[in-house]
C-alpha cells in the first residue's frame, strides 16, 4: 500500500548557522516519507535566502519578531491560521525559547517532535547531531545516518559571468556576526593576520573577499587589495554567496555561518577558532567534506561565554593563530 505523503513544519529561527545544522532534516524526512513529502519551514527573513534556490522546500513562513506574543504578531498568526486550514502531519520544532511555547501548541499538527512537544535527552556534542536529537521520534536512525545539512546555490554561470570570476580561486570570509557588538570581538582573527595572510598567497591564485551588507567598515584595514583578491563584499545575495563557496578551492574562516555554509556544500574548510568549542560548533564534517580546524591550542581554551573569556583582555586564542600557520596548512592539502 502507497504511504501517504506527509506535509511538515520545520520551525528554525536562530543565526544563520543554526539553520545550517537543521537542514539534515530535509533529507532525512525524504528518505522516510518519500521524495513527495512537503515541507514548509518558519524561519527569520533574512536567513529564509538559504532555501531560495532548494527544490527540497515547499513553502516558507517568515518570523521577523520571535518575542512578540501571537496576539501581537500578524506572522505568527498566519501560520496558525495556514495550520487550520491545512494541517499538518508532522511538526518538528528546534527553537527551545519559551516564546515559541505558545505557538508549537496552537500550530495544527497530527503529531508533534522537538522541544515543547516531547522529553528531548541530549547525549551528543556537535550541533548537527543534537538537531538530530530533536526529530529522532519521526524519523529511522538509519535515515538520520545518511543525512548532513545541505544548501543549493544560484546558478553558478550566472554568477560567474555576472562578477566575472575565474575557474579557480579561494574565498576568505574575514568578518563574523560579532563585529557589530561592543567590546571584544572574541571569535575574529586580527585585521593584520588576515593582510598578512593575503601578501602569502601566490600571486596566481585568486582571492574573492565576501562579507554581507553592512560589514564594508570591517575590510577597510584590509586595503589596498593586491590584484589577486576580487572584492565581493556586500556585492552578493546568500543564494549567490552559496554557489561561489560551492565552486571555490577552499573556505578560510573564523567560526560562523559561512564555515558551515561550506561543509554544507562539500567545499574544504579552513576554520580559525580560539574560544569556540569546535567539536560543537565548528563547521561538521561529514564522509563528503573536508574540514580542517586551526587552533592555536592554549590550555585555556575554548573558554567561550566564560568567565576566562570575559577576562581576556588580548584574544590570545586568535592572535597567536598565525597567518604562516595557515597558509602551511593550505600548502599542505594541495590548495595552492
Known sequence: MEQKIKKVLIIRCGALGDLVYSTSV???LRYEYGENTQIDFLTTPINAQLFKNDPRV??????????FPILLSPQK???????????????????MGKQFKSLVEKVEAKKKS????EEIHITKTHMVEICKEFYKSSISQENMNKSFPKLFGANFEEVK???????????????????????????AWPHKHWKKLLSLVPNNMPVVLIGAKGEEAFFEPL????????????????PMMISVVEHAKALVVTDTGTAHIASAVNTPVFCLIGPTPSEETGPYKTPFN???VIKANLPCSPCYKTEVMKE????????????EKVINRLSLANIL
Open 223 to 238: 586595503k589596498p587589495y593586491s590584484k589577486n583578491v576580487i572584492d565581493l563584499v556586500s556585492k552578493m545575495s546568500i
Open 114 to 117: 522537538g522541544w515543547f512537544s
Open 312 to 323: 581576556c583582555q588580548f584574544n590570545e586564542c586568535m592572535e597567536k593563530i598565525t597567518p
Open 161 to 187: 559571468n555576472r562578477f566575472n570570476l575565474p575557474d579557480k580561486y579561494l574565498v576568505f570570509s574575514p568578518s563574523n556576526s560579532h563585529n557589530r557588538k561592543k567590546g571584544l570581538n572574541y571569535r
Open 77 to 95: 498568526q498566519a501560520l496558525i491560521k495556514h495550520s487550520r486550514n491545512y494541517p499538518y502531519d508532522l511538526l518538528i520544532n528546534f527553537e
Open 26 to 28: 530535509i533529507d532525512a
Open 290 to 292: 573536508q574540514v580542517e
Open 58 to 67: 515547499n513553502q516558507l513562513f517568515f518570523l521577523k519578531h520571535k518575542k
